[in-house]
């Protein structure tokens, strides 16, 4: 599932396979100063979410605020 995470919050979210590019223009146009974007799924029955290499330049868990936040979504 690809999400987008702003000031503590899933913004947006999509089960469609798109890239990641591809969902930030459908969604917003552009991300969002602040947004946090990526794939969330889960791992050992637990929601992860892994940070967009394409915006962000690395591929790691994400931050813990936005953790939260779709743990608060989705769980």
Known sequence: MLVM???GAVT???DVAL??????RR???TLPEGAWV??????????MGVTS???FGY???????VDRALKLKFE
């Open 12 to 14: 947006h979210f999509s």
């Open 5 to 7: 995470v702003k000031d």
């Open 53 to 55: 290499k394409h915006f």
């Open 59 to 65: 591929q790691l868990p994400a931050p813990e605020d």
């Open 19 to 24: 890239p990641h590019a591809e969902f930030v």
């Open 38 to 47: 990526g794939t969330v799924s889960k791992l050992n029955d637990e929601i």
């Open 27 to 29: 969604m917003t146009g």
